[in-house]
T-cell receptor, first 116, second 112 residues
Framework: ETGVTQTPRHLVMGMTNKKSLKCEQHLGHNAMYWYKQSAKKPLELMFVYNFKEQTENNSVPSRFSPECPNSSHLFLHLHTLQPEDSALYLC???????????????FGPGTRLTVT | GQQLNQSPQSMFIQEGEDVSMNCTSSSIFNTWLWYKQDPGEGPVLLIALYKAGELTSNGRLTAQFGITRKDSFLNISASIPSDVGIYFCAGQPNSNFNKFYFGSGTKLNVKP
């Protein structure tokens, strides 16, 4: 497989459930990102990992918990979500993060999350 | 905070027409990227721009890094039905190399 893959593609969960989103990149990149995409709003950056270290947390509620065990894998653990958390969650990767350059990010297909 | 203003929000055009969309910022940017997102998919990088005045093409797509460094334009020539989707700009401000921002997107509809 090539590029950035995400599983599952679709997820419906109740507010009391616990679930995890998975992202895997096969590009040899060192930075990985989680974004939230809601209708008619710009992409919202949630978390950034650079060389497995979390470098950005944009005031994301604690019901979203990221995990980056290595440079190729990124998880987003979900628990006690709210209906307003329903959105498309996109994973992306890039060669590096920061250091004076906007490195081109490559996105996965996203997970369409619905919280009931 | 920094915002990217992308316009128009949506466009309805006839197949074969040329399309133009733009992104503006309130501050100077170092880098501009343009992405396209098909329904149910993640954004795909189309063109990256790194120098003021730079003009870069990718097939029927042409993008330019504005000379003022506060804007960027994307043009699509001779549109076809598969051009349908949402086009996003993204940019990195000169004031903070560790930040980047996305526009809210231009939704393109092409009528055969």
């Amino acid at each position: 497989e090539t590029g950035v893959t995400q599983t599952p593609r679709h997820l419906v969960m109740g507010m009391t459930n616990k679930k995890s989103l998975k992202c895997e990149q096969h590009l040899g990149h060192n930075a990985m990102y989680w974004y939230k995409q809601s209708a008619k709003k710009p992409l919202e950056l949630m978390f950034v990992y650079n060389f497995k270290e979390q470098t950005e947390n944009n005031s994301v509620p604690s019901r979203f918990s990221p995990e980056c065990p290595n440079s190729s894998h990124l998880f987003l653990h979900l628990h006690t979500l709210q209906p307003e958390d329903s959105a498309l969650y996109l994973c992306a990767s890039s060669q590096k993060y920061g250091q004076g350059a906007l490195y081109e990010q490559y996105f996965g297909p996203g997970t369409r999350l619905t919280v009931t | 905070g920094q915002q990217l203003n992308q316009s128009p929000q949506s466009m309805f055009i006839q197949e074969g027409e040329d399309v133009s969309m733009n992104c503006t910022s309130s501050s100077i940017f170092n880098t501009w990227l343009w992405y396209k997102q098909d329904p149910g998919e993640g954004p795909v990088l189309l063109i990256a721009l790194y120098k003021a005045g730079e003009l870069t093409s990718n097939g029927r797509l042409t993008a330019q890094f504005g000379i003022t460094r506060k804007d960027s334009f994307l043009n699509i020539s001779a549109s076809i039905p598969s051009d349908v989707g949402i086009y996003f700009c993204a940019g990195q401000p000169n004031s903070n190399f560790n930040k980047f921002y996305f526009g809210s997107g231009t939704k393109l509809n092409v009528k055969p």
